[in-house]
Nanobody, 127 residues
Framework: QVQLVESGGGLVQAGGSLRSSCAAS????????MGWFRQAPGKEREFVAA????????VYADSVQGRFTISRDNLKNLVYLQMNSLKPEDTAVYYC????????????????????WGQGTQVTVSS
């Protein structure tokens, strides 16, 4: 069965950094693009970043471009989200997700294009 388990959230001051990890199992990891989403209290889940199967292509939400970096390790079945220059508005639960389609080349930003999700990890940025 497909499992995605996030870790590495926490509390950090504005301007600080965190790295979240997502451990994947139960499927051929290198066959799927992966994404990160986030959901703040009272708001809808929003796209953060996505990465291609081999890690050669990435896309980001405008709000995190230049501050966040998504990466993956296909030998360890891990996907990472490095978050720098964090702002209070980055406070949210961060979710790792697997693309719905195997071998898809075009990276997707819509949550409906992902069909497996982790349980989420809380990131809180204090001002």
């Amino acid at each position: 069965q497909v499992q995605l388990v996030e870790s590495g959230g926490g509390l950090v001051q504005a301007g600080g950094s965190l790295r979240s990890s997502c451990a994947a199992s139960g499927f051929s990891f290198s066959s799927y693009a992966m994404g990160w989403f986030r959901q703040a209290p009272g708001k809808e889940r929003e796209f953060v970043a996505a990465i291609s199967r081999n890690g050669g292509s990435t896309v980001y939400a405008d709000s995190v471009q230049g501050r966040f970096t998504i990466s993956r390790d296909n030998l360890k079945n891990l996907v990472y989200l490095q978050m720098n220059s964090l702002k209070p508005e980055d406070t949210a639960v961060y979710y790792c997700a697997r693309d719905r389609a195997v071998y898809r080349r075009l990276l997707q930003r819509g949550s409906s294009d992902y069909n497996y999700w982790g349980q989420g990890t809380q990131v809180t940025v204090s001002s």
